[in-house]
């Protein structure tokens, strides 16, 4: 069996971190968006199959995660995330990199997604929803 691209490797590859004011955010953080990706390639009553595409200095706007889902790295890059909580990280993503997240609508996640490299971002991410 192939060995994936990133194992033993250390966790995520912050290249920075921070905070931003939530001021300059406030219209999108007081609606986040429901959409997680850019296109939507699939949608049944179990899930939900996201293309996440960010070209160079581009951003995604604020979006909300109430359901456990997970994102697996496609087209690898730096992007900046900012949060709900006012504090931002900048990240180098790998190709074939993973993560899961358990999220609620009690236990939610809001963030942005900026591309902060030269290089096209893409994700595809699978909400689990049934």
């Known amino acids: 069996m192939e060995t994936p691209p990133d194992e033993g490797r250390p966790g995520p590859d912050i290249v920075g971190e ?11 953080l007081a609606s986040p968006d429901s959409a997680v990706g ?3 390639l699939l949608e049944n009553d179990r899930l939900r199959i996201w293309e996440v595409r960010v070209e160079p200095g581009e951003r ?6 109430v359901t456990p889902y997970f994102w697996s790295c496609v087209g690898a890059g730096t992007g900046r995330q900012r949060h709900a909580d006012g504090s931002v990280r900048v990240r180098r993503y790998r190709e074939g990199e993973t993560e899961f997240w358990n999220h609620t609508p009690q236990d939610d996640r809001v ?19 049934g």
């Open 111 to 129: 963030h942005d997604l900026e591309n902060v490299g030269d290089t096209v971002l893409r994700f595809v991410t699978v909400e689990l929803i």
């Open 18 to 28: 921070g905070t931003f004011e939530l001021e300059d955010f406030a219209e999108e």
């Open 38 to 40: 850019t296109w939507l």
């Open 60 to 65: 995604a706007p604020f979006h909300q995660h």
